[in-house]
């Protein structure tokens, strides 16, 4: 069985600061890894995604995330925050198993 | 092309009636999955569908079920409903199911249970 772990719930950062968003995974089998976005009254927008090709992922909107098996992450970087970037971001992970485990998800609060 | 439908949008209903939630996945995409979103219990899978049939199943009781027809809508039901049902159900759909394939998500169905 897989499973994600975020740490932190919410994520306060300054208009132009580095966002960081943490998760950790637990799998028995390698790993697919997603990061996905939701804004207020949406459904999840997929981010990025790993599948082996790379360990780092680029994604949409400037967002990027590194694989590291060593630390068993997947963390989510954006080199400066615009206050579009507001939103719950999920962690998520799939081991060929037709199905996604998420994480508590993490609340982005961007301040001008 | 267009994205992952759900109807309804928003659906009120009372504790012990049931309801049904459709989906409309994307042109071309055979897989179907649902999800329930709560504050609570976060995300949490419901089930996934594959040209009609089921190949996974998440923790839930018996009464919420699925099925998938043959133009790949699906449809979940719920049957004598509790206040706990109360949730964002999410429908996602790709080319083959969550893992190397992405799955893109709908706006999902808000359902209040009063």
């Known amino acids: 069985a897989q499973s994600v772990t975020q740490l932190g719930s919410h994520v306060s950062v300054s208009e132009g600061a580095l966002v960081l968003l943490r998760c950790n995974y637990s799998?028995?089998?390698?790993?697919?890894l997603f990061w996905y976005v939701q804004y207020p009254n949406q459904g999840l927008q997929l981010l990025l995604k790993?599948?082996?090709?790379?360990?780092l992922v680029k994604g949409i909107n400037g967002f990027e995330a590194e694989f590291k098996k060593s630390e068993t992450s997947f963390h989510l970087t954006k080199p400066s925050a615009h206050m579009s970037d507001a939103a719950e971001y999920f962690c998520?992970?799939?081991?060929?198993?037709?199905?996604?485990?998420f994480g508590a998800g993490t609340t982005v609060t961007v301040r001008a | 092309k267009a994205g992952v439908t759900q109807t309804p949008r928003y659906l009120i209903k009372t504790r012990g009636q049931q309801v049904t939630l459709s989906c409309s996945p994307i042109?071309?995409?055979?897989?179907v999955s649902w999800y329930q979103q709560t504050p609570g219990q976060g995300l949490q899978f419901l089930f996934e569908?594959?040209?009609?049939?089921?190949?996974n199943k998440g923790n839930f009781p018996g009464r919420f079920s699925g099925r998938q027809f043959s133009n790949s809508r699906s449809e979940m039901n719920v049957s004598t409903l509790e206040l706990g049902d109360s949730a964002l159900y999410l429908c996602?759909?790709?080319?083959?199911?969550?893992?190397?394939?992405?799955?893109?998500f709908g706006p999902g169905t808000r359902l209040t249970v009063t």
């Open positions: 569908y594959f040209s009609e049939t089921q190949r």
């Open positions: 790993y599948t082996s090709a790379a360990t």
């Open positions: 799998s028995s089998v390698p790993p697919y």
């Open positions: 042109s071309g995409h055979r897989s």
């Open positions: 996602a759909s790709s080319l083959a199911g969550a893992g190397v394939v992405e799955q893109y």
């Open positions: 998520a992970v799939s081991s060929n198993d037709y199905k996604l485990s």
